[in-house]
């Protein structure tokens, strides 16, 4: 069983940054491939980013390239992610998550993943 608690949301200008963690308890979070998602209001949610067990690859959805880095850190079971250049369209409900997708191309599903937190909300204003 792997709890995971977000935190780092708030409201930032467009063209601002924020920094989001999301730490995880159990001893076994070296072994999850860890994933964002977020869910706009009214929207699915959709993959954002995810980064494999060993952080050796990271994958991105289109909209974020460039602009989001995901990391983690897996002496203090945590994953990040740092958004630049904000843009109002970015304003969501952030999730982390964490699982065993079965092959990489499976990182970008939510099915890929067996934990979830309770998210964080992010707002970008214009």
């Known amino acids: 069983q792997v709890q995971l608690v977000e935190s780092g949301g708030g409201l930032v200008q467009a063209g601002g940054s924020l920094r989001l963690s999301c730490v995880a308890s159990g001893r076994t979070f070296s072994s999850y491939d860890m994933g964002w998602f977020r869910q706009a209001p009214g929207k699915e949610r959709d993959f954002v980013a995810a980064i494999t067990w060993s952080g050796g690859s990271t994958y991105y959805a289109d909209s974020v390239k460039g602009r989001f880095t995901i990391s983690r850190d897996n002496a203090k079971n945590t994953v990040y992610m740092q958004m630049n250049s904000l843009k109002p369209e970015d304003t969501a409900v952030y999730y982390c998550?964490?699982?065993?997708?079965?092959?990489?191309?499976?990182?970008?599903?939510?099915?890929?993943?067996?934990?979830w937190g309770q998210g964080t909300q992010v707002t970008v204003s214009t």
């Open positions: 998550a964490a699982g065993r997708p079965p092959r990489p191309s499976m990182s970008r599903f939510r099915s890929g993943y067996d934990y």
